[in-house]
């Protein structure tokens, strides 16, 4: 199951309707591009904010490469103790509520995403492709992913219904 949380993770680092299955996040914004994905809790102050974020295909297949293209302003250093909150519902079901390292994903994935922490204020485009793997039960995903620096400022929040099908 660990590559289902890179693509939840790299949704971030590259990551709507409403429904009865949602999580109930507020004050949320489209991103640009074509995903079902949103900024979310936008009244607070965060350190990124993603500018477009593409992905390929829409919408994505099991067994298939998912492509993410993404391009972030980041306002403030990101630094070592950075984290990230994953929570992924399928349906009603939560199959996933964990922390995750952001500065070891980022450096477990510097080939690909050419970031490590500290990561300078700036602007940024990654590029990152992660296959679903095969056993990824088919349905409608709802993803929050929160993050935070070491020192607790929100670096930014993302949500939205994802459906993974054949």
Known sequence: MKPFYLI????????????IFSLDVPDGSP?????????CELSE?????????????QPPRIGENLVMSATGLISDTIQEGA?????????????LKKNFDLCE????N???????????????????EVEIPPQAPA???????????????????????ITLGH
Do not use: W
């Open 8 to 19: 939840i993770v790299s949704l971030f680092t590259c990551v709507f309707g409403t429904s």
């Open 31 to 39: 991103i640009s591009g074509n995903t079902p994905l949103e900024q």
């Open 45 to 57: 102050n965060h350190i990124l904010d993603i500018q477009s974020l593409i992905m390929e295909p």
């Open 83 to 95: 984290y990230i909150e994953v929570t992924v519902k399928l349906g009603l079901i939560q199959i």
């Open 105 to 108: 994903l980022l450096y477990e």
């Open 110 to 128: 510097k080939d690909d995403l050419g970031l490590e922490c500290p990561v300078s204020p700036g602007t940024y485009k990654l590029l990152k």
């Open 139 to 161: 349905g409608k995903y709802i993803v929050l992913v929160r993050a935070f620096n070491g020192d607790e400022q929100k670096i930014g929040c993302v949500t939205g219904e």
